[in-house]
C-alpha cells in the first residue's frame, strides 16, 4: 500500500493561540483518489487540519504545530475514508470485537464512522459514546449505547489525536468500569509525546493511522 509523502503532524484536543496569529500550512500532497482510504484521509487531513503556530493543547502542552481531525473528517468524504481506515485496524485486533467506542468528543464521530463501516459486513459493530463525566441526571451514565451488549464484551476505543493519551485512560477505565473489556486503542494520529507507552502501560494494546512524521517529517 502506497503512503504519502511525509511532511508534517496532527495536534490534538482544544487548543487557543499562545501568541500572534497562527499561520495555516497547507502540505503539498499529490492527489491520491485512487489510492487506498488510509492514503485519501492523510491528504484531507494535511489539507484541512494541520496547522503551524504556537498552540495550548488540552494537556497543558505548548506545541509548534496543531492537526484538528474534525474539518476533514465531518466532510462526507472524510467520514467515509476515516470509518474505512479505523475499521480495518480494528478488524486485526487479537479476540472479537463487539463494539467500537469513542471519547467525547471527537471520537464520537469517529465512532459512528466505524459503525457505518462496518454495516455492510458481516460482523457490524454498533457505536459507544463515552462521556467525559457522568451525566446528572436521569440514569448518570458513563456510556451510551452500550445496553444491549453483553456482560464482558469487548470493545476498541477510537481517538481522534493522542498527546499524553490521559484522555483515553479515563475512557479505558471507564469501559472497564461499566463492565466490559477493551479490546484496543485505534487513534487516528499519534503525536509521539508518551501517549502510547502510557496506554500500554496500561496494559492496553495501541495503533495509530498516523504519527507526527507523517505532518512534520522525520526528525
Same mark, same amino acid.
Given at each position: 500500500?502506497?503512503?504519502?509523502?511525509?511532511?508534517?503532524?496532527?495536534?490534538?484536543?482544544?487548543?487557543?493561540?499562545?501568541?500572534?496569529?497562527?499561520?495555516?500550512?497547507?502540505?503539498?500532497?499529490?492527489?491520491?483518489?485512487?489510492?487506498?482510504?488510509?492514503?485519501?484521509?492523510?491528504?484531507?487531513?494535511?489539507?484541512?487540519?494541520?496547522?503551524?503556530?504556537?498552540?495550548?493543547?488540552?494537556?497543558?502542552?505548548?506545541?509548534?504545530?496543531?492537526?484538528?481531525?474534525?474539518?476533514?473528517?465531518?466532510?462526507?468524504?472524510?467520514?467515509?475514508?476515516?470509518?474505512?481506515?479505523?475499521?480495518?485496524?480494528?478488524?486485526?485486533?487479537?479476540?472479537?470485537?463487539?463494539?467500537?467506542?469513542?471519547? &467525547?468528543?471527537?471520537?464520537?464521530?469517529?465512532?459512528?464512522?466505524?459503525?457505518?463501516?462496518?454495516?455492510?459486513?458481516?460482523?457490524?459493530?454498533?457505536?459507544?459514546?463515552?462521556?467525559?463525566?457522568?451525566?446528572?441526571?436521569?440514569?448518570?451514565?458513563?456510556?451510551?449505547?452500550?445496553?444491549?451488549?453483553?456482560? =464482558?464484551?469487548?470493545?476498541?476505543?477510537?481517538?481522534?489525536?493522542?498527546?499524553?493519551?490521559?484522555?483515553?485512560?479515563?475512557?479505558?477505565?471507564?469501559?472497564?468500569?461499566?463492565?466490559? &473489556?477493551?479490546?484496543?486503542?485505534?487513534?487516528?494520529?499519534?503525536?509521539?509525546? =508518551?501517549?502510547?507507552?502510557?496506554?500500554?502501560?496500561?496494559?492496553?494494546?495501541?495503533?495509530?493511522?498516523?504519527?507526527?512524521?507523517?505532518?512534520?517529517?522525520?526528525?
Amino acid at each position: 500500500m502506497g503512503k504519502c509523502p511525509r511532511i508534517g503532524p496532527l495536534g490534538a484536543g482544544p487548543y487557543h493561540e499562545a501568541q500572534g496569529r497562527a499561520a495555516f500550512a497547507v502540505a503539498p500532497a499529490p492527489r491520491t483518489w485512487w489510492n487506498s482510504p488510509v492514503d485519501q484521509l492523510l491528504e484531507l487531513l494535511r489539507e484541512r487540519g494541520f496547522r503551524r503556530g504556537r498552540f495550548v493543547l488540552s494537556s497543558g502542552k505548548e506545541s509548534d504545530f496543531f492537526i484538528d481531525c474534525k474539518p476533514a473528517v465531518l466532510l462526507a468524504r472524510g467520514h467515509v475514508l476515516v470509518g474505512e481506515a479505523l475499521l480495518t485496524r480494528i478488524r486485526v485486533l487479537p479476540g472479537s470485537v463487539a463494539a467500537v467506542a469513542g471519547v &467525547e468528543l471527537g471520537g464520537c464521530t469517529l465512532a459512528s464512522a466505524v459503525a457505518y463501516a462496518s454495516a455492510g459486513g458481516d460482523h457490524a459493530l454498533d457505536a459507544v459514546y463515552i462521556r467525559k463525566k457522568a451525566k446528572a441526571h436521569g440514569t448518570r451514565k458513563m456510556l451510551e449505547g452500550a445496553d444491549g451488549l453483553s456482560p =464482558g464484551a469487548r470493545l476498541a476505543i477510537v481517538e481522534d489525536t493522542v498527546t499524553t493519551g490521559g484522555s483515553t485512560l479515563r475512557a479505558v477505565k471507564a469501559v472497564r468500569e461499566a463492565g466490559f &473489556e477493551v479490546a484496543g486503542v485505534v487513534a487516528v494520529v499519534d503525536r509521539l509525546e =508518551g501517549g502510547a507507552a502510557a496506554i500500554a502501560d496500561a496494559g492496553v494494546s495501541f495503533d495509530a493511522l498516523y504519527d507526527r512524521t507523517d505532518f512534520m517529517g522525520a526528525p
